[in-house]
């Protein structure tokens, strides 16, 4: 009976309330002329003159914005004292090994977040050079869990669904003992290692089943409960896998080899969206990156070349606050494009990677909006310019904080970027300190 009336309420959700822009936009946002938005001019025609504009008015009325009408609203768990007792850490594993002959500590976390009766598990792999103090690490959330990122007998299989995937070995929609390390180049730790710095990685499941069966699993179901009233700038699955990014990052200030690390945040396609909303809502990413994360992350929404609205909420509707379903084939009545999301993050260093295949994407529309958003680095750094250049395969460009490369080949993320994003780490994050 409870299960049925829950069925009923999904159904309700999904398809009794699909919003119209009308009905979603609020009136005073709506009698603002969307041709004249602009980054450093307010949604009532205020102009941005310096960086305090930015922080007091600007970003935070685009901040909003985003997750009004696109991400949704990404609750706060509990006050900060809560949290001890909201989650507990167990060590699974310890293993130490060499990469390059680098020794590296290898750990793997069960993190257990308990609210209300309700629980939910994530499995963290650390991987820290032995020699470093402090290391620069890398977070990120990986795609098949965290048996595939790596042949370590140790790592744990995920029991969560995945894509089925050849290269994978996956069966049905599960990852199999064959899946070790089939992700590994994904994750290159002689790069990463090997460059002094560390990484840290769990499944995106363990926040959010990547499927479309409603909000009753991962951090939905422990924030909210099974049966909830879901608003219509309610978060969506990418939310919610910027809530994992931001608890691997309270993870790492317990531990105390990294508790003075700097971090970049990084991602890869819908991750790479994920990283980049982490990135604007947790100003403790020292350093963010985006790798071919297409519509929605750094690619632009009003040229509407590759994905775009109406593609990506018909496939994915569950990604997104259901607000933005009601900018179907309307993506330019939307008042932010991918600029502003990419300004949030300054003036912190961001780096925002193409590859010259990947149209879906739209490599162009991404490099657009890093070009835009160079404006209100401009407020921080008066330094930073750049002509609009976009740039041919295999070639990357780096000016003060910002990066972009275009990588030659598909969707992927691989050696010939990470060997960029480490590089471009260090430059940016090493402070005398280091
Ligand atoms: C595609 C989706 C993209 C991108 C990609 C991925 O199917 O349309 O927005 O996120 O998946 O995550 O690999």
Redesign the pocket.
Known sequence: MYKYFGFALFIFSFYACVPTYEKVHEENLRQVDPKTIALLRGFHGEVVRNSDDWEKWRRPEILSYYEQYVFGVRPEFEPKDFRKKMVKYNVLSIDTFYVHGVPVLHKEIKARFSRRGRHLNAYYALFLPLDVKSPIVFVGLNFFGNSTIDTLKSLTQTKHYVMKNEGVKTKGHRVTEASSGTKAYRWPLDIIIGNGCGLITAHYADFDPDVNTGFFDGAHRLADGSIHFRKSNAWGSISAWSWGLSELQSYLQLEEVTRGSKTAVIG??????AALWAGALDNRFDLVISNN?????AAQFRTMVG?DIE??TD??PYWFARNFQAFQGKDTLLLVDQEMLLALIAPRPLYVASANLDS??DPKGEYTSLYKAQFVYQLYYPEVQFEFNMLKKREQMEVGPLAYHLREGD?EILAWDWERYVAFAKKSLSSPSN
């Open positions: 890869h396609s819908r991750l790479g969206k994360s297409g519509c929605a992350g994905e593609k990506i496939r994915f879906w994407a969707h």
